[in-house]
């Protein structure tokens, strides 16, 4: 059984819009007119093609599937790497340390007998154009239901930088542990950015998070960082009224104690603390606490590997405004 467009989209988690282009399949996690709010910047733009927390995740009877397509940059990151698991156990890592040298990616994974229930965690950095999606043997291919729908804003941390294991992405863990969809709507670099929680994704959504602070607190001052904020925060109240949402406080990082414009690491917490308290739906998660301060937990100082978002992931779940 060879997948068509219509089974493709079924069976996408994380995606507001599966399109078919040049014969291929392509994951959209932003609208056009989400997209537009980063145009002038095209470093930002380029990150909105990026397939950050998609997933497909299916049930099936196959023997085997295979899938292969090309892949191109959608961040500053060259790595690109799929996930896949069966029944919960990760059986296939695959994938290429430079998107530009090696543009093609093909593989398949036979399964047990029986149905088999798989979630294949695309790339969080890259843009997959999915050429081919076939099922050997298959009488079954089912999309998996969720139990909840998360929707994520925040930086490159929450984008999934520096994880060479997308399903090791902190949004990908909380999404598995809460049996849920996640939409990403992270840019490596961004800000507090109100333009973009200005346009909603539809709902229903049970729970918000956001994860910005970090690139203020470096770049900007105190000013912009006291009127995006409180923006930010505001949109959100007003367009997904009564929905919990969690607001990270910036991560330990290796530079934290140098001053910036907006001042301390320290002011600049109390500055987006200030403006989330203002709503009594948001729960503040202090993100000092939950990443280790250590480099072995960091790629570069600043951004998780895959060892650090197993404790950060590990470290929000026990604090989400969720039941």
Same mark, same amino acid.
């Given at each position: ?17 599966v399109?078919?282009?040049n ?42 599937? @295979?899938?292969?397509? %090309?892949? =191109?940059?959608?961040?500053?990151? $060259? ?6 698991? /069966? &029944?919960? !156990? ?28 798989v979630?294949?965690?695309l ?22 239901a ?16 520096? @994880?060479?294991?997308? %399903?090791? =992405?902190?949004?990908?863990?909380? $999404? ?6 996640? /939409? &990403?709507? !992270?840019?490596?670099g ?6 973009l ?5 539809a709902g ?76 009594? &739906? ?14 072995s ?27």
């Amino acid at each position: 059984m060879q997948a068509d467009i219509e089974l493709v989209r079924k069976i996408t988690c994380g995606a507001l819009l599966v399109v078919e282009e040049n014969g291929a399949a392509v994951f959209h996690r932003f609208t056009e007119a989400q997209r537009k709010v980063y145009e002038s910047n095209h470093g930002f733009w380029l990150k909105t093609f990026a397939d950050s927390g998609i997933r497909l995740e299916f049930a099936t009877d196959a023997a085997k599937f @295979a899938m292969c397509g %090309s892949i =191109a940059a959608a961040s500053s990151r $060259a790595f690109c790497f799929f996930d896949v698991y /069966v &029944n919960g !156990a990760l059986v296939k890592h695959v994938g290429t340390y430079s998107v530009t040298d090696e543009p093609d990616f093909g593989f398949e994974v036979e399964l047990p007998e029986g149905t088999n229930r798989v979630a294949v965690y695309l790339p969080g950095l890259s843009k997959v154009m999915l050429e081919s999606l076939d099922f050997t043997g298959a009488t079954k291919v089912e999309p998996v239901a969720k139990k909840r729908r998360i929707i994520c804003y925040g930086d490159s941390i929450t984008q999934g930088y520096d @994880a060479r294991y997308p %399903s090791l =992405a902190y949004t990908n863990i909380v $999404a598995d542990a809460l049996d849920a969809e996640v /939409v &990403n709507k !992270a840019i490596g670099g961004d800000r507090f950015n109100p333009e973009l929680a200005a346009l909603p994704d539809a709902g229903p959504f049970d729970l918000i998070t956001v994860g910005y602070g970090t690139n203020d607190w470096s770049h900007e001052t105190s000013e912009f960082l006291e009127e995006k904020s409180a923006r930010f925060f505001g949109e959100l109240a007003k367009n997904y009224p009564g929905i919990p949402v969690c607001a990270i406080l910036p991560l330990w990082r290796h530079d934290w104690m140098r001053v910036t414009s907006v001042g301390t690491f320290w002011e600049g917490h109390a500055i987006i603390r200030a403006a989330a308290e203002k709503h009594g &739906n948001v729960k503040i998660v202090n993100g000092w606490e939950l990443l280790p301060h250590l480099e072995s937990c960091v790629s570069d100082g600043l951004h998780p590997n895959d060892f650090g978002f197993q404790f950060m992931a590990r470290g929000l779940l026990k604090q989400l405004p969720i039941a």
